[in-house]
C-alpha cells in the first residue's frame, strides 16, 4: 500500500488550497469501505486529525476546521481530497494522509502548507 500526497504550498490568509492523496495497492472494495483521514503536524507537536472518512462515508473534522475544510474521496482516482478554504496561519503545519487496511495504518510522505499572514 503506498500513498502520495500532493497539492501543499504558500498561500496567503484567507486563500484556499486543494490536497491530494493517490492510494496504490489496495482494491476498489477496500479503498471505498475503510476508514482515511488527514492529520497536520507543526514541529514539536503530535500529529492532529484534521479530518476523516469513516468505512460508512461518514466525516469527522476537528473543530477549527469545521465549516473550512472538506473531506471527500473519489473511488474512481483512488484519491481522496482535502479542499481548504479560508485559511490561517494556524493551518500551517505538515499534512499528511493516511489509510487503513487490514489493521495496519500506512502514511503518505507529508506536503507542507505554509499559510502567510
Known amino acids: 500500500v503506498q500513498l502520495q500526497a500532493s497539492g501543499g504550498g504558500l498561500v496567503q490568509a484567507g486563500g484556499s488550497l486543494t490536497l491530494s492523496c493517490k492510494v496504490s495497492?489496495?482494491?476498489?472494495?477496500?479503498?471505498?469501505?475503510?476508514?482515511m483521514g488527514w492529520y497536520r503536524q507543526v514541529p514539536g507537536k503530535q500529529r492532529e486529525l484534521v479530518a476523516g472518512?469513516?468505512?460508512?462515508?461518514?466525516?469527522t473534522y476537528e473543530d477549527s476546521v469545521k465549516g473550512r475544510f472538506t473531506i471527500s474521496r473519489d473511488p474512481s482516482r483512488y484519491q481522496v481530497t482535502l479542499q481548504m478554504n479560508n485559511l490561517n496561519s494556524e493551518d500551517t503545519a505538515v499534512y499528511y494522509c493516511?489509510?487503513?487496511?487490514?489493521?495496519?495504518?500506512?502514511w503518505g510522505q507529508g506536503t507542507q502548507v505554509t499559510v502567510s499572514s
Open positions: 493516511n489509510i487503513d487496511v487490514d489493521s495496519r495504518t500506512y
Open positions: 495497492g489496495v482494491s476498489g472494495y477496500t479503498f471505498v469501505f475503510t476508514t
Open positions: 472518512i469513516m468505512t460508512d462515508g461518514s466525516k
